[in-house]
């Protein structure tokens, strides 16, 4: 005798295509609204970047304080400014992202965002000697200029999306 809580097996494509068809009718019928759906997806894009960048921080941190670093880098390593730049850039371009998409960037959190990226390039270039590294002002000076690069560069890309779709921005 068949067990009545179990389950049959369904086919996926058959379940994508039934999900699909529903999905649609309750759009165009309005059964539910149609933000809701928007909302939650840019919230759950918006804690993806905010992970993204968490785990970012946390390997610039432990990069930034290997006391050999030439072991990782190998024999002819990228120019060090040029690493602290594009290593800012990226933080603070992966936490305007998550912002941006949670629908709370404003330029007052884009400065208290730039003020975290400064005292955290301070911390890492003071901290840096107890790893047997050397403190350089000028790194943290491009790491600043990093931190303000990459949300320059977010407001760029969020602009040229406005001019190139206006409706669905």
């Known amino acids: 005798m068949p ?3 179990r389950r049959p097996k369904m086919n996926l494509l058959f379940d994508l295509q039934t999900f699909f068809e529903v999905s649609k009718t309750a759009i165009v019928s309005k059964a539910f609204p149609p933000k809701t759906f928007v909302s939650t997806l840019r919230q759950r894009i918006s804690t993806v970047f905010f992970l993204l960048t968490g785990a970012f921080v946390v390997a610039l941190a432990i990069a930034t304080h290997i006391p050999r670093p030439e072991t990782l ?3 002819n390593p990228p120019n060090d400014k040029l690493m602290h730049f594009i290593a800012y850039a990226s933080v603070s371009l992966l ?3 998550g912002m941006a998409f949670g629908g709370w960037f404003t330029y007052r959190r ?3 965002l730039i003020a975290f990226l400064i005292v955290l390039g301070a911390l890492d270039e003071c901290t840096q000697p ?3 590294r050397t403190m350089d002002v000028a790194d943290w000076v491009f790491d600043c200029l990093g931190g303000i690069a990459g949300l320059l560069l977010l407001q760029l890309l969020s602009c040229a999306m406005r ?3 206006p409706r669905t921005l």
């Open 3 to 5: 067990d009545k809580r």
């Open 73 to 75: 880098l190998g024999p």
């Open 95 to 97: 936490a305007g992202s």
């Open 110 to 112: 884009a400065i208290m």
């Open 130 to 132: 107890w790893f047997h």
């Open 163 to 165: 001019f190139i779709s």
